[in-house]
């Protein structure tokens, strides 16, 4: 795919991932754009962005058709792996227990998330899937940047399907 930064890396961390999240964030913007829940997700393989990807679940009717889910899909064929050693997931909501489980599969070393999802979030809100005794990897995991904006992102965008009564 493309270089996350051309003129290389920042040197404050939380930068990077703040750039990052942005990109997952526009993800997101076009997920609702075309009816979708905005959540959006970006891999990030050695300085490179390998996948990203704003939720489609209702355009290809499938439940699983989640951004994280999509996005791992562009990266194990853009990395012509089956394992994501050194990869990083950034998404715009708390993986569910399903993408959380890609996650540990995929055996990716970090997920960044900008809010938590209380309903369905297999990090810390519905789960801690990464936390799990006997698993053979581990995920680490944090609340990263622009938390209060995708939060309202998701919020104007379910309040709308209230008001229609299409949610």
């Given at each position: 795919?493309s270089l996350?930064f051309?003129?290389?890396?920042?040197?404050?961390?939380r930068?990077?991932?703040?750039?990052?999240?942005?990109i997952?964030?526009?993800?997101a913007?076009?997920a609702g754009?075309?009816?979708?829940?905005?959540?959006?997700?970006?891999?990030?393989?050695?300085?490179?962005?390998?996948g990203?990807?704003?939720?489609?679940?209702?355009e290809?009717?499938?439940?699983t058709?989640?951004?994280?889910?999509?996005?791992?899909t562009q990266?194990?064929?853009?990395?012509?792996?089956?394992r994501?050693?050194?990869?990083?997931l950034?998404t715009?909501?708390?993986p569910?227990?399903?993408?959380?489980?890609?996650?540990?599969?995929a055996?990716?070393?970090?997920?960044?998330?900008?809010?938590?999802?209380?309903k369905?979030?297999?990090?810390?809100?519905?789960?801690?899937?990464?936390?799990?005794?006997?698993?053979?990897?581990h995920?680490?995991?944090?609340?990263?940047?622009?938390g209060?904006?995708?939060?309202?992102?998701?919020?104007?965008?379910?309040?709308?399907?209230?008001r229609t009564?299409?949610?």
């Amino acid at each position: 795919m493309s270089l996350i930064f051309p003129l290389g890396e920042p040197n404050d961390p939380r930068e990077r991932d703040q750039r990052i999240m942005e990109i997952a964030l526009r993800e997101a913007v076009g997920a609702g754009a075309r009816d979708e829940v905005p959540v959006g997700a970006v891999v990030v393989m050695g300085g490179r962005i390998i996948g990203k990807a704003g939720n489609q679940v209702e355009e290809l009717g499938d439940p699983t058709a989640h951004a994280e889910m999509l996005a791992l899909t562009q990266a194990f064929a853009a990395a012509g792996l089956k394992r994501l050693l050194g990869a990083e997931l950034f998404t715009t909501l708390e993986p569910c227990v399903q993408c959380a489980g890609a996650c540990l599969h995929a055996r990716l070393d970090r997920v960044v998330y900008a809010t938590a999802d209380k309903k369905f979030g297999g990090v810390e809100s519905l789960a801690s899937l990464f936390e799990l005794p006997g698993l053979n990897h581990h995920v680490s995991a944090e609340r990263g940047p622009r938390g209060e904006e995708s939060s309202a992102l998701l919020r104007a965008f379910f309040q709308a399907k209230r008001r229609t009564g299409t949610v």
